[in-house]
């Protein structure tokens, strides 16, 4: 049996307020010959890429809320899968998005701006970025590298927020609330790109898998939902998370990264899973 792990990365994996993580490598040096750590955020490639290379992991991952799954060259063999597979570097890229990210901001942009107080990730400035996130300039230049998603910065209340949340849903767009910023996927979300994600190793790897999640925020329910293992992580910020399924959830008492360790060894003595 393969286990598989579909983790969140700010506030889950790393430290919400520093985005500390060494304390793991450890762990993951130890669990990563017989799991597999699918690491599933808002963040972009750049940002994936560099944190997988400081870990020396090579597996997969899932980008910019489930907007596109990246997979190593070689991983299995992508030209079975009636999807539009392309090369991205070292990497086979797999696209769930289909919207037209330009297009859509121009709506939300035309639609929307008049009456509630907002700006796009990309519409921020590197100093104001650094400012509510506390990245360094490079790790900016990163976050901004967005192929697929531009995350909206709120700056108006709550109530209109509430509001402007029910007047885009209408839209088939999901709006979610991350660690800083609100997220918004038409046609995607981490749930299904775990879900896809899911469908295609057990048809390329002929294997029973346990899955297990991590998250901490509302942009990871979709994928907490539909594993056989939910973890939600402790928030010195956030509100508690609350699973519609019943079982085999998991409620960490330790926030990030401590947590994240504290979620995966619990799961892995119910499963009687030794490494």
């Known amino acids: 049996m393969k286990i598989l792990i579909f983790s969140d990365l700010d506030g889950t994996f790393m430290n919400h307020n520093d985005y500390s993580y060494s304390h793991l490598k450890n762990?993951?040096?130890?669990?990563?010959?017989?799991?597999?750590?699918?690491?599933?955020?808002?963040?972009t490639f750049s940002e994936m890429s560099k944190i997988y290379e400081n870990l020396n992991i090579s597996f997969p991952f899932i980008v910019e809320n489930g907007a596109c799954i990246y997979f190593p060259k070689n991983y299995f063999n992508l030209k079975k899968i009636n999807q539009k597979v392309v090369e991205y570097e070292n990497f086979h890229c797999l696209k769930l998005s289909d919207d037209s990210l330009k297009k859509f901001k121009?709506?939300?942009?035309?639609?929307?701006?008049?009456?509630?107080?907002?700006?796009?990730?990309?519409?921020?400035?590197?100093?104001?970025?650094?400012?509510?996130?506390?990245l360094t300039p490079n790790k900016i230049a990163d976050s901004k590298k967005r192929q697929f998603s531009d995350p909206i910065f709120w700056r108006d209340s709550n109530k209109n927020l509430q509001a402007f949340k029910k007047k885009l849903t209408k839209n088939e767009t999901i709006i979610t609330e991350g660690g800083r910023f609100i997220h918004f996927n038409v046609g995607y979300d981490k749930g299904k790109a775990?879900?896809?994600?899911?469908?295609?190793?057990?048809?390329?790897?002929?294997?029973?898998?346990?899955?297990?999640?991590?998250?901490?925020?509302?942009?990871?329910?979709?994928?907490?939902?539909?594993?056989?293992?939910?973890?939600?992580?402790?928030?010195?910020?956030?509100?508690?998370?609350?699973?519609?399924?019943?079982?085999?959830?998991?409620?960490s008492e330790k926030e990030a990264p401590f947590g994240w360790k504290e979620s995966l060894e619990y799961v892995f003595k119910k499963e009687n899973l030794n490494f």
């Open 194 to 251: 775990v879900a896809k994600f899911l469908e295609i190793y057990k048809r390329q790897k002929f294997q029973s898998v346990l899955s297990i999640s991590l998250g901490d925020s509302e942009n990871d329910l979709s994928m907490l939902e539909l594993t056989d293992y939910s973890c939600c992580i402790k928030s010195p910020k956030k509100k508690k998370l609350y699973l519609k399924k019943s079982f085999n959830n998991y409620y």
């Open 27 to 43: 762990f993951i040096s130890k669990i990563k010959k017989k799991s597999e750590i699918i690491f599933t955020s808002s963040k």
């Open 106 to 134: 121009e709506y939300v942009k035309k639609k929307f701006s008049k009456n509630f107080k907002f700006s796009f990730f990309s519409e921020l400035s590197n100093q104001k970025i650094a400012e509510l996130t506390n």
